[in-house]
């Protein structure tokens, strides 16, 4: 059974609560220092998500089809919520985020995503449901990561790891596996990197997992060492992390605010209650509600988008249009609870169940394919 560490599931949380605040700003078109893109806050998904597959894959033996059955239960109930709010909500994004006053910027590619979705409505909805509709370049279905709501782009690419993962950790468990299988799985990851970087038909937004698998393996090596870090001084895991830092810095030149935030986090939980310092910390990082956030982060950052857009186009907008500031605030005041509400009933109601049951039809796949 793997061990919870409620740090990671807080820093899950807190990203969700980023991208929320920064489609509000987008949405007003406000220039903000304070918040950074939310782009970002999915890079630290991605570390987050390799981290804990390594986790679960390392800490009990189980079968692919199994893993895979519960990732994908994982995924999908409240994908297909997400995804029929989309399909209610699609025609806002253009008259919020690319036809007013405040935001004006994008119109040309919220047209051009409206005529692709018009024209290809069955091939989206056909990409949607296979959870694959990030690894289809613009060329072949345009706009497909972004047809119907923006955060399923990330989902896409999510369900991408799932699917090589266990292959992936297996390659790279440096415990278990001679240098030669370890090497051959790090050039293999290199030259897939590289080839999507210069072949691969660029979208808006990075959905296939070759353009961003170097921070998903981020997250495996930094699962395979975590047992390894828990029984080391934190010296050594803090020259790891420093090393690892640079490397994906000014190597494969990624912004260092995510890169920072995943390691202060993976040190203070590493370090426990060692050092007076991570002892506060961690007692923040696990505090009840940012626990309670961290726990429904999923729908947090599936959900959001389309009550924010029919706040924003319904209340907020035709009510502040000449003033960005209560634009803002309106759409966080009026959509804060109502998402918050949301997101609890459906983690309730939709994620709890189904994860349990995925649990237990997992376990008895497992023992199905064992006999």
Request: with cysteine; glycine share 6%.
């Amino acid at each position: 059974m793997m061990k919870h560490y409620p740090q990671f599931a807080v820093l899950r949380g807190f990203a969700s609560v980023w991208v929320y605040i920064g489609h509000a700003i987008m949405i007003c078109g406000i220039s903000s220092r304070f918040v950074p893109s939310g782009e970002l806050a999915v890079e630290l998904f991605m570390i987050l998500s390799g981290f804990v597959i390594t986790l679960l894959r390392i800490s009990k033996e189980e079968s692919y089809d199994a893993y895979l059955f519960r990732r994908f239960m994982r995924l999908y109930p409240l994908f297909l919520v997400a995804l029929l709010m989309g399909l209610a909500t699609m025609h806002l994004y253009l008259p919020v985020l690319g036809q007013t006053p405040l935001f004006t910027g994008n119109a040309e590619k919220f047209i051009a995503r409206d005529l692709s979705v018009e024209n290809y409505f069955w091939q989206h909805i056909a990409a949607h449901l296979t959870m694959l509709h990030g690894a289809i370049p613009d060329k072949y279905l345009p706009q497909s990561s972004l047809a119907f709501s923006g955060p399923l782009w990330s989902i896409s690419l999510e369900w991408q790891f799932y699917l090589f993962a266990p292959l992936i950790i297996w390659g790279l468990d440096w415990r278990k596996q001679n240098p030669y299988i370890v090497t051959s799985m790090v050039v293999l990851l290199l030259s897939s990197a590289i080839i999507s970087a210069r072949f691969w038909t660029p979208g808006i937004v990075p959905a296939f997992l070759g353009q961003r698998i170097d921070l998903f393996v981020l997250g495996v090596l930094c699962g395979i060492s975590w047992n390894t870090a828990l029984r080391s001084h934190i010296l050594k895991t803090a020259v790891f992390s420093f090393v690892a830092i640079l490397v994906y810095r000014y190597g494969f030149h990624h912004n260092k605010l995510p890169l920072l935030m995943w390691f202060a986090v993976y040190l203070t939980a590493c370090a426990g209650t060692t050092y007076k310092l991570t002892g506060l910390l961690n007692e923040i990082l696990s505090s009840r509600l940012a626990v309670w956030i961290g726990d429904r982060s999923y729908g947090l950052y599936v959900l959001h988008m389309p009550i924010m857009l029919a706040v924003a186009y319904y209340i907020a907008l035709p009510t502040f249009s000449n003033s960005r500031s209560l634009v803002f605030i309106s759409i966080l005041v009026i959509s804060t609870p109502l998402v918050l509400v949301f997101t609890a009933l459906c983690y309730t109601y939709i994620e709890k169940p189904t994860i349990a049951w995925a649990r237990n039809y997992g376990r008895i796949l497992d023992k199905s394919n064992k006999a």
